[in-house]
């Protein structure tokens, strides 16, 4: 009896190892979207090392294992593909059989808006730039993150993720948004998810506060305590005051405004964080992963305002103390 029990004990092990083994090998690791090319008569040894090279799969190994058990080895083909972080490795091989050649690279900086996302697809000849920008605005029927409280000026902005992205040509308008939106949604993960819920705010929200930051911030280290700042306003009553939400509602991202008049400050745009308390109906552009976690994780103290130094925001907690740090910097 006490035999029977350690065999059965062993074999648990094993399928327990054989499990947490199979699930550690068969996605590929990638954290972003990766561009290989596959030679003419290339091995599957040859294929599998060029995929671990590029910190695509776990194991080269297993991934030729994996490939011989599904009878694929002579069907991955010669030419480009655009890998996806995360994917099944049944994924992975089903797009090794159907290569894409040509591809457009582009990359979307951070802190750019639908507007200046548009230009830069027009510019790659990708997509037409009214049918694009009809989606930005009205939104897209199987994605609604927006809370509807306000007049959003682009229902799409905030959530086309600025990154590096490998597009096939032959892609329509929609076909790009859904990518970008993927993108989103790969990054906005289900931790950020549950910390939203813990801070009472929507994904809306969270994305709107991601914004403003990424506009404001002038470096990285400075984005969790602009945050704070947004975070502080907002529990004292107190308006924002971010003049990019202010040029935002005026251009709708469309133009640059250098400096405020008081005119502007007297706007009817809900956008208007001088005018009206809260945060503005929706995000002004699209932040990085960087201000979504500043936004999720802000820093904790007692400022209330900022004005841009030499090397950075100098932060003041009274309002006193910040008409000095004005007179100081501001000439």
């Known amino acids: 009896m006490k035999k029977l029990f350690l065999i059965i004990v062993v074999c648990l092990l094993i399928i327990g190892i054989t499990v947490e ?5 068969l996605f590929t690791v990638n954290n972003h979207e990766i561009l290989i090319s596959i030679d003419s008569g290339s091995s599957l040894t040859e294929v599998s090392n060029e995929l671990e090279k590029q910190g695509i799969v ?26 996806p972080p995360k994917i099944g490795l049944n994924e992975l091989l089903d797009k090794l059989q159907n290569p894409q050649n040509e591809y457009v690279k582009v990359t979307i900086p ?34 609604k993150p927006y809370d509807n409280k306000g007049n959003i000026s682009y229902k799409l902005e905030g959530y086309l993720f600025p990154d590096t992205y490998f ?4 892609l329509n ?21 549950k910390r939203a819920r813990e801070l009472g705010l929507s994904l809306h929200e969270v994305v709107t506060i991601a914004s403003l930051i990424e506009k404001e911030a002038a470096n990285d280290k400075e984005r969790k305590t602009i945050a704070g700042v947004i975070y502080n306003r907002i529990e004292k009553n107190m308006p924002l005051q971010i003049d990019a939400s202010v040029i935002y509602g005026i251009t709708k991202g469309e133009r640059h405004i250098n400096r405020l008049m008081y005119k502007d400050l007297e706007s ?23 201000s979504i ?10 400022y209330l305002y900022y004005v841009l130094g030499e090397e950075g925001h100098v932060f003041s907690k009274t309002y006193k103390e910040h008409r000095r740090n004005v007179e100081k910097y501001i000439k």
Do not use: C, W
């Not at 011989?68 to 480009?80: C, D």
């Not at 989606?135 to 029927?141: F, R």
């Open 110 to 143: 951070e802190g750019y808006n639908v507007f200046q996302i548009t230009q830069k697809l027009v510019k790659s000849n990708l997509i037409d730039k009214e049918i694009f920008i009809k989606i930005a605005k009205e939104g897209l029927e199987n994605f």
């Open 58 to 83: 776990k194991s080269s190994k297993y991934f030729t294992y994996y490939t011989k058990l599904k009878g694929l080895e002579k069907n991955i083909k010669a030419g480009r593909y655009a890998i």
């Open 167 to 170: 597009f096939p040509e032959g």
């Open 21 to 25: 083994t199979n699930n550690k090998y």
């Open 293 to 302: 976690e500043a936004a999720l994780y802000p820093e904790k103290h007692d």
């Open 268 to 290: 009817e745009s809900e956008y208007n964080t001088y005018k009206y308390k809260g945060l503005p109906p929706g995000p002004i552009s699209s932040p990085g992963q960087a």
């Open 173 to 193: 308008d929609k076909d790009i948004i859904d990518i970008m939106i993927k993108r989103f949604n790969e990054k906005f993960s289900d931790e950020y998810r």
